[in-house]
Structure formats: C-alpha cells, structure tokens
C-alpha cells in the first residue's frame, strides 16, 4: 500500500520503522504501509560543494519525526509523517558531505557536526531558536544524547554535559572519548578497540572520573558494535550490522553477556535509513 505524504485529520500519529530509498526517499510505517516523500533531495544538488553526494535523510530515535533536505530550496527541514514542514536554521544543502546533522531521540533538537574542528549550529525546535557552540569554542567534537533529549554530552579538552539552553552542567577532564550518556546524565559508555572492530566496552563515571573495568561484549562471531546507547529504561544497547539487516542487542554492564531484542531485515533498496540513525551508518547503503 503506497500513500503521498499529506495532512490526515484525527489520524494518530505515524510510527515508522525506516525509510528507504529506490526512485525517491521513502518511509515505511510499523503498520507496512509506505509514505513516499518526493520532495526530499537524495543527492547534493549540482551548485553544492560535494555535488552527487547522497543527502543525508534522518529519523528520530521514537520514529515520530523525519529530517530531509528538500529539493525546492535545499533547506533542511522537520516534520512528522503527515505534519508540515519546519525549516531547521543554517542548514542547506550547498554544505552536504561538509556538515552532517544529529538528531536528538525525541527529534525536537538538531545539531550539525562539521568537516573541520567543531561544531556547525545547535538547534532547539521547541523553543524555535538556533544557538552555535557553547563556550565561546569551536573545538567541541561530535555529541551524544541522553535518552530524555534533555542533555548534551559535547567531547573536547573536556567531556562536558549540557542542558538544551547549553548551560554546563558536568564536566570531566579525560583521555576517555565517551560514545553515549544515560538517563542518570552521569554514566556513559566508552568504547574500547580499533574502529569498526569494536567488541569491547567500559563504563565511565563523568562526576567522579571513575572508569570500569572493560568488557568484552559477547556479539556473535563475525559482528561488532556498530553503535552503542542507553536506552530510556537505562539499559545499555547496542546495534549490529548482520549478513541480513541489523541486529538490536542489550548487553550487560557487567559480564558482556548479550540478550537479542530484535533483528531487521535489510530492504531491498538503494539505501536505507533506521530511527536514531546518524548521517552515515555502516549499514546504510549496500555494497
């Protein structure tokens, strides 16, 4: 069942699954019906300055909203499946392949990464205001999100986590790259290897400087951590690309044992895009 992406009175809300995209992006529902998306760019337009890179196309974490650069105009916009478009400040499509944009997991704030040192622009869509780093420094690398949205984990000379008004608070002097924070805003995740052959994770402490012991987190032979969360009842996720799709692991804090929650098959399609997936995952497009 194929349906154009439009207002729908009294329809309750749109959970989608992933989006995908064959002649045009496209998101399939929970439901399997597929809402096709036209106006979202799939490749950077000929005037950018990675003209033919793919335009990156983003879901929120709850599956409620999606991000796109539309074709119109190369702004990057918000909506919900069947909602209005809301542009997101400073973001075009002349600077795909240059700045990347994140998505928190409720989708109301949007922050850009960039090429070069630092971060782009900070943007808070409930209270409809753009912000750009905090601190007066452009050195913060890419940021990571408290399962509430409400926190900010920014890595630099320090790891410091931030309020959505950007105002400090915890920061930690460490050697340590935290990958993810959790609900406490106090305990993130570290992981610990060579990149992409991630199989190995330690616990930090961001207000006592407290590192635990490492964990080899028991992934099925062939498989690493791709990407790596908590979750909203504070459980410690992971995901893994597979031979078919992704799998969804939780996995003990203390012993790496892994419990399988779910697995989903790859479509078939061009590329494909989860919920609370970055601009670029490793199992995005097909090779």
Do not use: C
Not at 43 to 65: Q, Y
Not at 197 to 208: I, Q
Not at 258 to 265: F, Q, W
């Amino acid at each position: 069942m194929t349906a154009t992406a439009q207002p729908a009175a009294a329809e309750a809300p749109a959970t989608i699954a992933y989006a995908q995209r064959t002649q045009t992006w496209e998101v399939v529902l929970t439901s399997g019906k597929v809402v096709k998306v036209p106006e979202a760019l799939a490749v950077a337009p000929k005037d950018a300055v990675n003209s033919g890179e793919r335009a990156p196309f983003l879901i929120s974490g709850d599956g409620r909203h999606i991000f796109y650069y539309r074709k119109k105009d190369g702004l990057f916009v918000a909506r919900t499946v069947h909602g209005k478009e809301r542009v997101v400040a400073k973001i075009t499509a002349y600077a795909i392949g240059e700045e990347w944009p994140i998505v928190s997991y409720d989708g109301s704030y949007v922050v850009t990464g960039t090429s070069g040192p630092g971060l782009g622009v900070l943007v808070d869509l409930r209270e409809r205001k753009a912000m750009g780093p905090p601190e007066k420094t452009d050195t913060w690398n890419l940021p990571r999100f408290s399962p509430d949205s409400k926190r900010l984990l920014l890595g630099g000379e320090q790891s410091v986590v931030f309020d959505r008004a950007l105002r400090s608070r915890l920061r930690l002097k460490t050697r340590l790259t935290p990958s993810a924070l959790a609900g406490d805003y106090t305990t993130s995740a570290v992981l610990v290897g060579k990149a992409g052959k991630y199989r190995k994770v330690r616990l930090l402490n961001l207000r006592t400087g407290r590192a635990g012991a490492v964990v080899r987190v028991k992934l099925p032979r062939g498989q690493y951590i791709d990407d790596i969360d908590f979750d909203r009842s504070g459980r410690l996720v992971v995901r893994s690309k597979t031979a078919t799709g992704v799998a969804v692991y939780q996995v003990s804090r203390k012993t790496g044992a892994v419990k399988p929650l779910k697995e989903i098959k790859r479509p078939d399609a061009a590329v494909w895009v989860l919920p609370d997936d970055s601009a670029y995952e490793s199992w995005t497009e097909r090779k």
